[in-house]
């Protein structure tokens, strides 16, 4: 059964900082994997998709590495700014049309 | 882009009653849609996997007389909380593929925030 997990549960810091949130999955025989952002209370915004073949896919200031092998994928956000705030997820797709499995997720707190 | 409209976005219900929440794709058909609960600080749970046309399938542990789900057409799937309870307060959301699209990515509701009473 695959599992999602994301390290750390929490994070905090300072405006300007470049951050890496990181997600694990335990079968690495997936389709896709995919990068959101919930707002307290709102709906799931995508940030990136990274198709199995991919190592990476960048969009501004975000960057997401893909590992498969290992089960890996990070989020890296660059000069991170107080709008960033929010709940970050990480979701897998094992299958084509099969539904996602999602991490619990990473809280993030950008303080200016 | 693609979008998924999902109403309502707030409910409060009294204990016993049913509350019906709809999603819908607006300018994309969507053979598949797929219900989450999330409870606070917890990840999305699949709950059903909504397939236009046919029954939905249920993950292991959802109540399908509990929870009923229609996908009647293309563009509109509802999920239905019968004989709701204080315990089915949650945040449910949908989410869709478009049919033919050539993104792999799929789209998600707003979300409704349900709380029975």
């Known amino acids: 059964k695959q599992e999602v997990t994301q390290i750390p549960a929490a994070l905090s810091v300072p405006e300007g900082e470049n951050l890496v949130l990181n997600c694990s999955f335990t079968?690495?025989?997936?389709?896709?994997l995919q990068w959101f952002r919930q707002d307290p209370g709102k709906g799931l915004t995508s940030l990136l998709l990274i198709q199995s073949s991919q190592r990476e896919q960048t969009s501004g200031r975000l960057n997401a590495s893909l590992d498969k092998s290992s089960g890996r994928s990070t989020l890296y956000i660059a000069a991170s700014q107080p709008g960033d705030s929010a709940t970050y997820l990480c979701?897998?797709?094992?299958?084509?049309?099969?539904?996602?499995?999602f991490g619990k997720g990473t809280t993030l707190s950008v303080s200016s | 882009g693609a979008v998924v409209s999902q109403h309502p976005s707030w409910v409060i219900c009294k204990s016993g009653t049913s509350v019906k929440i709809e999603c819908r794709s607006l300018?994309?058909?969507?053979?598949?849609m797929f219900w989450y609960r999330q409870f606070p600080k917890q990840s999305l749970m699949l709950m059903a996997t909504?397939?236009?046309?046919?029954?939905?399938?249920?993950e292991q542990g959802v109540e399908k007389d509990k929870f009923l789900i229609n996908h009647a057409s293309l563009t509109l799937s509802t999920l239905t909380v019968t004989s709701a309870h204080p315990e089915d307060s949650s945040f449910y959301i949908c989410?869709?593929?478009?049919?033919?699209?050539?993104?792999?990515?799929?789209?998600f509701g707003s979300g409704t925030r349900l709380t029975v009473v």
């Open positions: 979701a897998v797709r094992p299958q084509a049309g099969t539904a996602l499995i």
């Open positions: 909504s397939n236009e046309g046919s029954k939905a399938t249920y």
């Open positions: 300018d994309f058909q969507a053979t598949t």
């Open positions: 079968d690495s025989a997936i389709y896709n």
């Open positions: 989410s869709a593929s478009q049919l033919g699209g050539i993104t792999d990515g799929y789209t």
